[in-house]
């Protein structure tokens, strides 16, 4: 039996949300994106996400439609800010990634500050994880990143132990 994979993402601009689109159908995953009940809308956003970052904050997010015990791993990913791993991700797995016993992480960024992001997410989580995947917004969506995507799919689908096990 394959294991079950959740794919739980945040994405402000756009870029994490393709890049998820495009895990899932690789990876045969269920999808979950977070919500915010206060979207972030112009500079104003962007001066709260930078604030919530550097802050580590963790802001309210919207109820969730997957939950992650039901799955063998959960895939986390969101945008780099500030070199953290964004806030509305951060409130995600502080109060869910332990109901899964498996993590992977990916992130879209402009080019720095994303083992610093994974590093502050793992300790969320309270585990490493077990593949981790870096997209620089850039390469979105040329073919560049196949390659890395490829080996990080692989990694998931075929070194994880079967359900149970
Ligand atoms: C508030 C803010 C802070 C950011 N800080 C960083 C950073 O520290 N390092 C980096 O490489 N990119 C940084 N970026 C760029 C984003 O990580 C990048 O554009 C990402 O792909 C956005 O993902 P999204 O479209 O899914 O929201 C920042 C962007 C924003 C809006």
């Given at each position: 039996?394959?294991?079950?994979?959740?794919?739980?993402?945040?994405?402000?601009?756009?870029?994490?949300?393709?890049?998820?689109?495009?895990?899932?159908?690789?990876?045969?995953?269920?999808?979950?994106?977070?919500?915010?009940?206060?979207?972030?809308?112009?500079?104003?956003?962007?001066?709260?996400?930078?604030?919530?970052?550097?802050?580590?904050?963790?802001?309210?997010?919207?109820?969730?439609?997957?939950?992650?015990?039901?799955?063998?791993?959960?895939?986390l990913?969101?945008?780099?800010?500030?070199?953290?791993?964004?806030?509305?991700?951060?409130?995600?797995?502080?109060?869910?990634?332990?109901?899964?016993?498996?993590v992977a992480f990916f992130c879209?960024?402009?080019?720095?500050?994303?083992?610093?992001?994974f590093?502050?997410l793992?300790?969320?989580?309270?585990?490493?994880p077990?593949?981790t995947?870096?997209?620089?917004?850039?390469?979105?969506?040329?073919?560049?990143?196949?390659?890395?995507?490829?080996?990080?799919?692989?990694?998931?689908?075929?070194?994880?132990?079967?359900?149970?096990?």
């Open positions: 039996m394959k294991p079950r994979i959740l794919l739980t993402y945040y994405s402000m601009t756009g870029h994490t949300r393709q890049l998820a689109e495009e895990l899932r159908s690789a990876l045969q995953a269920d999808l979950e994106e977070i919500r915010e009940p206060r979207p972030r809308h112009g500079l104003s956003g962007v001066l709260r996400a930078l604030f919530e970052a550097i802050l580590r904050r963790e802001p309210p997010i919207g109820m969730p439609s997957h939950d992650p015990a039901a799955y063998d791993l959960l895939a990913g969101g945008p780099v800010w500030a070199g953290r791993m964004a806030s509305p991700l951060r409130s995600y797995a502080h109060r869910l990634a332990g109901r899964c016993p498996r879209t960024e402009g080019g720095r500050g994303a083992q610093q992001a590093d502050d793992g300790e969320l989580c309270g585990k490493a077990e593949a995947l870096v997209v620089d917004a850039e390469h979105l969506p040329a073919d560049r990143h196949r390659e890395t995507l490829h080996r990080f799919v692989v990694k998931l689908r075929t070194e994880l132990p079967a359900p149970g096990q």
